[in-house]
């Protein structure tokens, strides 16, 4: 299963790529029947590949039997800077989406990335939650405002 959810994340992120706008609408039916898998397989790729903290805005239409507009947000350094600097506590999960958009963002480099999940991942931080949670928020923090710092501030 893993193999047709990886496909149809990937078409629909060409579709985005594609589309000028970064907006693409879609009906689940007609993915599902392109993939040969049942629609609740498309609506769990959009549910956890297509994500607010990956980026996206995800909403269904009405009528049309299951149509989805898929909105690519824009990632702009201070709107995500405050968001991040709100979060007290962030699980593993979450913290790598918000990598994996600083990467997309062409914020940070593949590098960067790696090192920066390394730093978040549960089995660096050996703690019990909800501190691991709390230590990895700030690991976070500090990272992302140190990337998004103008350039010669300290």
Do not use: W
Not at 91 to 112: N, S, W
């Amino acid at each position: 299963m893993a193999r047709i959810i990886d496909e149809i994340e990937t078409y629909i992120r060409r579709l985005l790529d594609q589309s000028g706008n970064g907006t693409v609408d879609l009906q689940r039916a007609e993915v599902a029947l392109r993939f040969d898998c049942v629609p609740s397989q498309v609506t769990y790729v959009l549910m956890t590949r297509f994500t607010p903290d990956r980026g996206y805005l995800v909403e269904g239409r009405r009528g049309g039997g299951g149509g989805i507009r898929i909105h690519q947000l824009n990632a702009v350094p201070v709107e995500l800077l405050e968001i991040i600097t709100q979060v007290d506590q962030i699980d593993q999960v979450r913290a790598m989406d918000i990598v994996m958009r600083l990467f997309q963002a062409h914020l940070i480099t593949d590098r960067e990335a790696s090192l920066m999940n390394s730093a978040l991942d549960r089995e660096t931080l050996k703690l019990e939650l909800p501190y691991r949670d709390a230590v990895r928020a700030r690991l976070l923090k500090a990272m992302v405002t140190a990337i998004l710092k103008p350039k010669g501030a300290y």
